[in-house]
């Protein structure tokens, strides 16, 4: 088993040197190499996933400096998570790369950035997940500012400056624990955490929820979000999207669920109102947005909050003793985990292919993009669908389980709990309604109708290694949404071990029996009933209205000669009713400036710019760093610039320190 | 000979010429006189150090008072004439302050010093004179490193510092071991270099008589 770990670590590095070696040449090859060692990886996942705890490499230095790695069934299915993607997104790398400016680098970067963060998901103690997990965010750094002629460095600051505050909580948490605990080593902890008192339990809660929230991108710590994931390589943002993010997930659940234990029951309450609100602001804000990766970044955040309703169900329902259900809860949090990495890094794909073939990112200037990239099409139709959660594809079963486990929670004791997971359902119900608009504007924008601009007519099919990719995404997609009995009984191991209960996933053939809550899902059936259904609706059509003509028209062009296709729907239109509805959520900036000739009848022209300044950057960010900005400048006028006044400044303090200390 | 040196204060002479070459810097002008100064200031450092070895019979200090004599006294001032025979019209150190008022001040420093060490310091080496006389000599060198803009006097005023926290050093402990003592040396001689190297360059880039360190405000961010 632990062969394959060093099989895979030796492939990644491998195809990091080779791809280094061959930088401009024959850069397929190094991928080639990284997608085998996803394959290694993934097979290791499954195998964790189905033994008990194994430690797998410990390299000590000195007695502080000790590297441990050691898997069990929670990193497993983390491994998995991270080799899939990875394994698609090396495919799509071979033909997305091809004539980049300094790919070799670009590869490079990527092999260890997967690494590391394998190696974050393998840490056994304090010391190497710390190494790991700023190896990740530096990497990932490298990788945003990596395209030089986009505004990536603003992109790449702000993502590293909430990175760092992200990891100063994570230290100050372990360094907690290690104070309270005295071990080092996670298994250690986890044995001694039980002793904690409950202030000091409370304070390692909060310090993971924002220290790895921030990695994960929670609302309101998800502001690098929407910045970094437009500025990388859409193959990068795939895999930060897809994966990187749930790297921040692996940390809260380590450290909360499986190191902290059941705790008392606001701790759950308050992942859930986090989840419910991650969930409803991101995707809101996904739906007004025009830039595509922008949009798909938005949407992470929305998932992350579906992912942490589960696990924050979960955890209400562990501090009511409600175990089984808790389990329940735990899957759909995991089994959302896997669903949007899949989605996402497919949708991340097919909108770096968009990207790639039409030069642009703005909705506005796609359009008809079906007719000339038509699998790329197929393939985004295909995200978009799993991501709107509609049936027979992986996104329904998930939300469908969190669904279940939310409104499960009536059977909870205390009040809180049976208040806070019904409104958690609605918000999951709104925010579930909001990604459907969003996501019928974010294909029929750039897929249907006419070209926009000239980007979208010059549009090319990607190449054959960049679909490739992308259909093995796809078709996960499918068979997660229609195998989830299999899906679950793969991964039950990882919820058992976090759910603290041996239990196995009451499933059958493709059907989930949930017996607590009295509600059954068979997708395969759904699939079998929705095609039936269809065949009999053509039949019957074709029995009732009979043979039908095709003829074509002109389209009605209300008496204007000629129809442009600035004369189209556009993204902007589509979302409009959203941003009159919630006009008080998105405070969005409307400026009609009309000129007249002769008022009040004859108009000569009209401008009008709509603007949308997320909430979060006006009222809580912009304040912070003006605040920050204003004692800098107070202290700027220490640095003169003049090297006398420095050492003026030493000899002063010295001749101080003489005159008063002795 | 330790009777007659113990007899005539041979010691504390010597230290007060180390005060005094450290003073009479702000008194000159000519650069080639600091430099002069700054040979003797070495010259009378390695002479204590020998008196002391002569005292106390170890043999590493006649080693660290040869190596002193031949690397302060002798190498350096070579190397720093060389340099100001490279900068050509650079003759005059330009100042902030008047000689007077850079003497009172140096004089205000010494005050301090004296008053504030002069109570409750346990001197484990010989003295706490030159103690004092060291930290004097630290501050003088830093306050020349101030107030003259040249950047070949911020390297004299390096220098006087570096023979003060040499002459602490030693009167706390009797001269420390002489791998010690070697790597400073060594240390010093490459700051020199690569401050002269540097000073050549400032003084290209901005196209100035004295490398007047002045230009360097306008590098702030």
């Given at each position: 088993m632990i062969s394959f770990f060093y099989l895979g670590i030796i492939l990644f590095l491998a195809g990091a040197i080779a791809s280094l070696i061959f930088n401009?040449?024959?850069?397929?090859?190094?991928?080639?190499?990284?997608?085998?060692g996803a394959v290694c990886f993934a097979i290791f996942g499954v195998l964790l996933l189905s033994s008990p705890p194994v430690s797998i490499l410990s390299i000590s230095t000195t007695p502080i400096l000790e590297f441990v790695f050691r898997g069990d069934t929670i990193s497993g299915f983390f491994i998995l998570v991270i080799s899939v993607v990875t394994f698609s997104v090396s495919i799509y790398s071979i033909g997305y790369t091809k004539g980049m400016a300094n790919k070799g680098i670009l590869g490079f970067l990527l092999s260890i950035f997967i690494i590391s963060m394998y190696a974050v998901v393998l840490s056994g103690n304090i010391i190497t997940f710390l190494i790991s997990w700023e190896t990740m965010s530096i990497v990932s750094y490298f990788l945003v500012v990596f395209d030089t002629q986009e505004k990536s460095a603003k992109a790449g600051f702000i993502y590293g400056l909430m990175t760092h505050v992200g990891v100063v909580f994570i230290i100050v948490l372990?360094?907690?624990?290690?104070?309270?605990?005295?071990?080092?080593?996670?298994?250690?902890?986890?044995?001694?955490?039980?002793?904690?008192?409950?202030?000091?339990?409370?304070?390692?809660?909060?310090?993971?929820?924002?220290?790895?929230?921030?990695?994960a991108g929670i609302v309101p710590l998800h502001t690098w979000l929407p910045e970094a994931h437009p500025a990388a390589p859409s193959n990068i943002s795939s895999l930060m999207s897809g994966v990187m993010i749930k790297v921040g997930i692996y940390g809260i659940l380590r450290i909360v669920v499986d190191i902290l234990g059941v705790g008392?029951?606001?701790?759950?309450?308050?992942?859930?109102?986090?989840?419910a609100v991650t969930s409803v602001l991101g995707i809101m804000y996904a739906t007004v947005e025009r830039d595509i990766k922008r949009l798909l970044a938005y949407c992470s955040v929305e998932n992350i909050g579906i992912i942490l309703l589960g696990i924050g169900t979960s955890m209400v329902l562990a501090s009511n003793g409600l175990y089984k259900l808790s389990a329940i809860a735990m899957t759909a949090g995991l089994y959302h985990t896997?669903?949007?990495?899949?989605?996402?890094?497919?949708?991340?794909?097919?909108?770096?292919?968009?990207?790639?073939?039409?030069?642009?990112?703005?909705?506005?200037?796609?359009?008809?993009?079906?007719?000339?990239?038509?699998?790329?099409?197929?393939?985004?139709?295909?995200?978009?669908?799993?991501?709107?959660?509609?049936?027979?594809?992986?996104?329904?079963?998930?939300?469908?389980?969190?669904?279940?486990?939310?409104?499960?929670?009536?059977?909870?004791?205390?009040?809180?709990?049976?208040?806070?997971?019904?409104?958690?359902?609605?918000?999951?119900?709104?925010s579930g309604a909001l990604a459907v608009a969003c996501f019928v504007k974010a294909f029929g924008i750039p897929f249907l109708g006419l070209p926009r601009s000239h980007h979208a007519t010059g549009a090319k099919e990607s190449s054959l290694p960049m679909l490739v990719g992308m259909a093995i995404l796809a078709l996960l997609c499918l068979v997660l949404g229609i195998f989830p009995g299999h899906t679950i009984k793969l991964f039950s191991p990882a919820v058992s071990s976090l759910a603290g209960i041996e239990y196995v996933f009451p499933s059958g053939k493709g059907v989930i029996h949930l017996s607590k809550t009295a509600a059954d899902l068979s997708p395969l059936a759904i699939l079998v009933a929705m095609i039936a259904i269809f065949m009999a609706a053509v039949v019957l059509i074709r029995i009732i209205g009979g043979k039908s003509k095709t003829s074509y028209r002109d389209s009605w062009d209300c008496g204007i000669s000629s129809l442009t296709p600035r004369m189209?729907?556009?993204?902007?239109?589509?979302?409009?009713?959203?941003?009159?509805?919630?006009?008080?959520?998105?405070?969005?900036?409307?400026?009609?400036?009309?000129?007249?000739?002769?008022?009040?009848?004859?108009?000569?022209?009209?401008?009008?710019?709509?603007?949308?300044?997320?909430?979060?950057?006006?009222?809580?960010?912009?304040?912070?760093?003006?605040?920050?900005?204003?004692?800098?400048?107070?202290v700027k006028l220490l640095q003169s610039g003049s090297i006398h006044l420095y050492l003026g400044y030493i000899l002063i303090t010295l001749l101080l320190l003489l005159l008063f200390w002795f | 000979m330790k009777d007659w040196m113990d007899l005539l204060y041979v010691m504390d002479f010597v230290s007060i010429g180390i005060l005094i070459t450290a003073i009479s810097i702000n008194s000159l002008s000519q650069i080639e006189a600091w430099i002069k100064a700054y040979m003797i200031n070495s010259w009378l450092l390695s002479l204590l150090i020998f008196f002391v070895a002569v005292k106390n019979p170890e043999h590493h200090l006649y080693v660290a008072s040869t190596l002193t004599f031949a690397s302060k006294g002798v190498l350096l001032p070579f190397f720093l004439k060389s340099i100001v025979k490279q900068m050509k019209k650079v003759q005059v150190v330009e100042t902030y302050l008047s000689t007077s008022l850079s003497l009172i001040i140096s004089g205000i420093i010494i005050a301090i010093v004296y008053v504030s060490l002069g109570k409750?310091?346990?001197?484990?080496?010989?003295?706490?004179?030159?103690?004092k006389i060291s930290v004097a000599v630290i501050l003088i060198g830093l306050f020349i490193m101030i107030t003259r803009r040249s950047a070949i006097a911020q390297i004299l005023g390096l220098l006087f510092m570096e023979n003060g926290v040499f002459l602490a050093g030693f009167?706390?402990?009797?001269?420390?071991?002489?791998?010690?003592?070697?790597?400073?040396?060594?240390?010093?001689?490459?700051?020199?270099?690569?401050?002269?190297?540097?000073?050549?360059?400032?003084?290209?880039?901005?196209?100035?008589d004295a490398a007047d360190m002045d230009q360097l405000t306008n590098l702030k961010g």
């Open positions: 401009q040449r024959a850069n397929g090859f190094a991928y080639i190499l990284t997608s085998t372990f360094l907690i624990l290690y104070k309270y605990t005295g071990h080092m080593d996670f298994a250690g902890i986890k044995a001694a955490a039980g002793n904690l008192p409950d202030a000091v339990k409370t304070i390692i809660f909060i310090f993971a929820i924002i220290g790895f929230g921030t990695k008392p029951e606001w701790w759950g309450t308050a992942i859930i109102i986090i989840g896997l669903n949007h990495a899949v989605y996402k890094g497919l949708l991340f794909l097919s909108a770096g292919s968009l990207v790639h073939s039409t030069h642009t990112k703005n909705l506005e200037e796609m359009g008809g993009l079906i007719k000339l990239m038509p699998y790329t099409a197929f393939f985004f139709l295909i995200g978009s669908v799993s991501i709107c959660a509609l049936p027979f594809f992986n996104g329904f079963v998930s939300e469908w389980l969190t669904y279940q486990s939310l409104l499960s929670n009536f059977q909870a004791m205390s009040a809180t709990a049976k208040v806070a997971a019904p409104l958690g359902g609605a918000a999951l119900a709104f189209q729907y556009t993204a902007t239109a589509h979302t409009n009713p959203f941003r009159r509805i919630f006009e008080k959520v998105y405070l969005p900036i409307r400026n009609v400036n009309s000129i007249y000739i002769l008022k009040p009848l004859f108009l000569k022209s009209i401008s009008y710019t709509n603007e949308i300044v997320p909430s979060f950057d006006k009222y809580l960010y912009n304040p912070i760093t003006d605040f920050i900005y204003s004692i800098s400048r107070k | 409750g310091i346990f001197v484990t080496g010989f003295s706490s004179f030159v103690l009167s706390l402990t009797f001269g420390m071991p002489s791998i010690v003592e070697l790597g400073v040396v060594f240390d010093l001689l490459m700051i020199v270099i690569i401050m002269g190297v540097f000073m050549v360059q400032i003084k290209q880039k901005f196209s100035s």
